[in-house]
């Protein structure tokens, strides 16, 4: 599984799929606007390249920034309101905090030198000039190349306005055979039709057919996939027919935008019915999806889904849909501006609301179904697939979202993925869809009552407790309006979580016996009867009731292990080794919460992490190694502000913390121990987890 962008110093910037042609010229005004400006915006119409150049300037000049190159793709981004939250997902930047996301970004990239690559801002253009006029103003040190069919008004940016590539005949002296355009269609020829070369016999048809698609890229690679069924001479002349058509004998009449449309179009043509059908449906899809999405969603009468694997198959063919492997299975998707034509078509038809509800009931199901199997052998796959379906989960929820009829559905398809908000680190964005959906739906139901206790559960996630009562009481209070006794239990469970955070034992002592009582049948497994056990074992820590806290945690654990259940079962391991480490069984202790910083590797989770990391410095101190234990504790520190309120602000947490400082000062002195502790504040996440699980030595960082 790749790790978060964020836990990696060198950043997230993609690999290079193809060759890139010519350009030259524009690539060196690039990288000497960048260090003339921190801001520079590529510009141009869809299809002209924008994206490639800007990744191809971005790999050129990225040894110039020590901390790395971060893309953030803003194109299946519809709600301008999550712009900030996508960049600080692409940063890496943990989604658990209750932290405003504008503080957060900023302390982030404060101290950093690195370039942001923001892609596709031009149906975002006021959110990304406010975000990316922010970030230049807080971040001294970042730089920022933006993409987008507009310039975005900042302060200082340097627009670049991207022409189409030169075509034969622009310059005089040029061979056709050095030709931008003409390379590139050589380029994307030769991988359609290995056998194929420009040669003497060829190269007027293919001028012609550079100059008749203007130069632009994504025309000129469309065209270039007709290879498989028809000559340059075949394509240029129907080409030509399709030209003609649309703007007349006149050729100069034809603006460059209509040009893409028109290659596109002709493309759209040459595709059967039924595929364009299919193409027309899949539009509905944000980012990429898997073919039994494809079959559900677009299957009709009219396009049975016996026939989609083959109708996938043409289009990928046709390199209308590009196809991919992944760690959850094979994944299609469609470029951005073949989706936005594909949209077109589908609101031409007529079908855009009813496909955007076979979209959403889809998602639903993997919802619920990913529910159901959380606490049970499939959970890393799980939160793998959820991380991979984030995109559409997006769309359905903002299809729910905007209409009050489905406001109900959306609860429901929000409480459901409970599990992804709080353990696959998506914690401020079901936070704020969750806050949206209640909102908007303020009748008591079932329905109502559980994005209740899932909004309990998550802002408990997020440390805030006060905000977590709020949404724990009023489900209880709805749930016995309702009838909902689950609802009721698992708010309860919630109050007890907060009453723990809060440091009230014996309230928390209370009211999670309780839930775990009710749960005993196992009903709700997890979010219900795993955390209440393992939330009352570190209670019962807290008031020396170890070797009842120790006896319920073996419990816990053998029930996970017995469901298949990791997740779960590294927090109550981590809880094993706070007792051990409390009753002097010190080598145990080690070895048992480095398994459970081991198992938060599979869900990068953060805050499993820290509190891992934690319990590593103390460790470390208890041996007498002050170096190790402030380093991971400075470490530890550093990555809690990411996640979101240092140690919950909680008093069980803190004390523990102080202590930890306290006998690190008494071994090191106030000044080796500030350096220590500094020390392990410069790791990024991976490196401060591999070197508390012993993996590494300390990395050497520069300050500053």
Same mark, same amino acid.
């Given at each position: &599984?790749?790790?978060p ?15 890139f ?15 003339d ?21 971005? %790999? ?6 020590? !901390? ?22 692409? =940063? ?24 942001? /690559?923001?892609?596709?801002?031009? %149906? ?9 006029d ?29 022409a ?40 007027t048809? /293919? ?6 698609? !203007? ?14 069924? #028809? ?12 030209f ?12 460059? +935008?209509?040009?893409l449309? $028109? ?24 980012? !990429? ?25 043409? =289009? ?21 501006t073949?989706? +936005? *034509? ?29 529910? %159901? ?16 379906e ?29 599990? &992804? ?17 209640? %909102? ?10 559980? $994005?209740?206790?899932?909004?309990? *559960? ?11 009562? @709020? ?10 309006r ?9 708010a ?16 928390a ?7 775990? @009582?009710? +749960?005993?049948s ?12 393992a ?46 480490? &409390? ?13 459970? =910083? ?5 869900? +990068?989770?953060v ?5 891992a990391?934690?319990? =590593? ?14 380093r ?8 809690w502000? #990411? ?10 947490f803190?004390?523990?913390h ?14 080796a121990?500030v350096? $220590? ?15 508390? &699980? ?5 990395p ?5």
């Amino acid at each position: &599984m790749a790790t978060p962008a964020g836990w990696r110093r060198e950043g997230n910037l993609p690999a290079e799929l193809t060759s890139f042609v010519g350009r030259d010229r524009l690539l060196a005004t690039v990288r000497q606007r960048l260090q003339d400006a921190r801001l520079v915006t590529i510009t141009g119409i869809g299809g002209v390249g924008k994206t490639r150049t800007a990744l191809r300037a971005a %790999h050129q000049v990225s040894h110039q920034f020590p !901390d790395g190159v971060w893309y953030v793709d803003l194109s299946r981004l519809q709600d301008p309101t999550m712009v900030r939250h996508a960049v600080n997902s692409a =940063l890496g930047i943990p989604d658990q905090s209750a932290r405003p996301e504008a503080e957060t970004l900023s302390e982030w990239l404060s101290p950093r030198q690195l370039l942001l /690559v923001v892609d596709s801002c031009e %149906h975002l253009i006021d959110a990304c000039a406010e975000l990316i006029d922010r970030v230049l103003r807080d971040a001294p040190r970042v730089r920022v190349l933006a993409t987008s069919r507009q310039s975005l008004g900042v302060p200082g940016e340097q627009s670049i306005p991207i022409a189409p590539l030169r075509v034969p005949g622009e310059d005089a002296a040029e061979s056709p055979f050095v030709n931008e355009s003409v390379q590139l269609f050589a380029e994307r020829a030769t991988s359609v039709v290995p056998e194929f070369v420009v040669d003497e016999d060829n190269i007027t048809a /293919v001028s012609e057919l550079c100059r008749r698609l !203007d130069g632009i890229p994504l025309a000129i690679e469309l065209a270039s996939v007709r290879l498989r069924a #028809l000559s340059v001479e075949q394509i240029l002349a129907l080409l030509t027919d399709r030209f003609s058509l649309l703007a007349g004998a006149s050729r100069t009449a034809l603006p460059r +935008h209509q040009t893409l449309r $028109a290659a596109i179009g002709w493309s759209h043509e040459l595709c059967e019915p039924a595929e364009r059908l299919l193409w027309a449906r899949l539009s509905i899809f944000s980012g !990429d999806f898997e073919l039994e999405a494809v079959r559900y969603v677009c299957a009709s009468e009219d396009l049975p889904a016996e026939r989609i694997v083959d109708l996938v198959a043409g =289009l990928v063919e046709k390199s209308i849909l590009l196809s991919g492997n992944e760690r959850v299975g094979v994944r299609y998707r469609l470029l951005d501006t073949l989706r +936005h *034509y594909g949209k077109e078509w589908l609101d031409k038809l007529g079908e855009g609301d009813w496909v955007r509800r076979r979209h959403r009931d889809y998602y639903l199901q993997v919802a619920q179904r990913g529910e %159901h199997a959380w606490s049970g052998p499939r959970q890393v796959y799980w939160f793998s697939r959820m991380r991979q379906e984030h995109d559409n989960i997006r769309a359905a929820l903002d299809y729910c979202l905007r209409d009050a009829q489905e406001a109900r559905t959306g609860l429901e398809l929000l409480s459901s993925l409970w599990f &992804m908000w709080v353990a696959c680190g998506f914690a401020r964005e079901g936070r704020l869809y969750l806050e949206r959906a209640l %909102h908007a739906c303020t009748e008591p139901s079932k329905e109502r009552c559980k $994005a209740l206790w899932v909004l309990a *559960y998550v802002r408990n996630a997020q440390g805030d407790t006060k905000a977590a009562l @709020e949404a724990a009481e009023q489900c209880a209070s709805d749930a016995v309006r309702v009838g909902d006794s689950i609802a009721v239990i698992l708010a309860t469970k919630m109050q007890g979580t907060v009453a723990f955070l809060q440091g009230d034992l014996h309230k928390a002592t209370a009211l999670l016996g309780v839930a775990i @009582e009710f +749960h005993r049948s196992g009903r709700e497994l997890n979010p219900g009867l795993l955390p209440a056990i393992a939330e009352l074992a570190v209670v019962l820590t807290q008031q020396n009731e170890l070797a009842e806290a120790e006896s319920l945690l073996r419990d816990c654990r053998q029930l996970c292990t017995e469901r298949g259940e990791l997740w779960l079962r590294s927090y109550a391991i981590w809880a094993t080794a706070t007792i051990e480490r &409390m009753t002097g069984r010190t080598e145990q202790a080690v070895l048992n919460a480095q398994e459970a =910083l081991r198992i938060k590797r599979h869900f +990068h989770d953060v805050l499993g992490a820290v509190l891992a990391m934690e319990t =590593l410095s103390g460790l470390a101190a208890d041996q007498g190694d002050g170096v190790r234990a402030a380093r991971i504790l400075g470490a530890a520190q550093a990555n809690w502000k #990411l996640f979101g309120l240092p140690l919950f602000g909680s008093p069980f947490f803190g004390t523990e913390h102080e202590a930890c400082v306290k006998e690190c000062k008494r071994l090191l002195g106030e000044e080796a121990f500030v350096a $220590a502790y500094q020390h392990g504040g410069t790791m990024n996440f991976e490196e401060a987890v591999s070197y508390a &699980m012993g993996e590494i030595d300390a990395p050497e960082v520069t300050v500053g």
